[in-house]
């Protein structure tokens, strides 16, 4: 019996380099928000929900450093580690805070990969970032709720009385944990 020539499931993709060399065409069809960076930290492409999560557009944010879109207080620390990074091979994955244009933060936990030259020279990294403000908001939500109800059984009175005809006890409560003691206690007494 002859065999039936069948055709391939499986598309391949050509993604190929427009003529400054890069993939921007791959990047922009990305659904969750990327950039990449150069060198000196400053950002060479980003695509459309990168630019939607942050509220900006594209003129305002290519060409920028980076660090542009962070508050003060992380941009020497990030600078630091931008550098160590760009020495280093291979991927990584962090987390970091940006600053939309509202002035509000935006939490990302953020992949990456370093693209260098055959002699190993850093070309550029290109990062992809997953908003996690909402969990984070969750999280810092919780503290507060947990240091408001620690408050609340903090204001608790100590000792709670609990009498039972059969056998009479007294509650110490602490903060975290009751002990139970067995009151000793007469009928006859007080009368």
């Known amino acids: 019996m002859p065999k039936k020539k069948t055709k391939s499931m499986t598309k391949k993709t050509n993604f190929s380099l427009n003529e400054k060399g890069d993939s921007s065409v791959f990047l922009s069809k990305l659904p969750f928000p990327c950039h990449s960076l150069d060198a000196s930290c400053r950002i060479l492409e980003v695509n459309d929900p990168w630019l939607r999560a942050l509220g900006f557009n594209e003129e ?57 030259s055959d002699g190993g020279d850093f070309i550029r990294n290109r990062c992809f970032l997953r908003d996690i403000s909402s969990t984070c908001n969750a999280e810092t939500e919780l503290q507060r709720l947990s240091a408001r109800n620690s408050a609340i059984l903090g204001a608790i009175p100590e000792i709670l009385m609990e009498v039972d005809e059969r056998e009479p006890r007294v509650h110490m409560g602490e903060r975290n944990r009751i002990r139970l003691f067995r009151a000793e206690c007469s009928r006859d007494e007080g009368g």
Do not use: C, W, Y
């Open 60 to 116: 305002e944010v290519v060409g920028k450093k980076l660090t542009r879109f962070m508050d003060e207080d992380s941009r020497p620390d990030f600078e630091e580690n931008f550098k160590t990074l760009i020495r280093s091979a291979g991927t990584f994955s962090g987390q970091m805070e940006l600053i939309d244009k509202k002035g509000h933060p935006v939490q990302f936990l953020v992949d990456g990969i370093l693209e260098k």
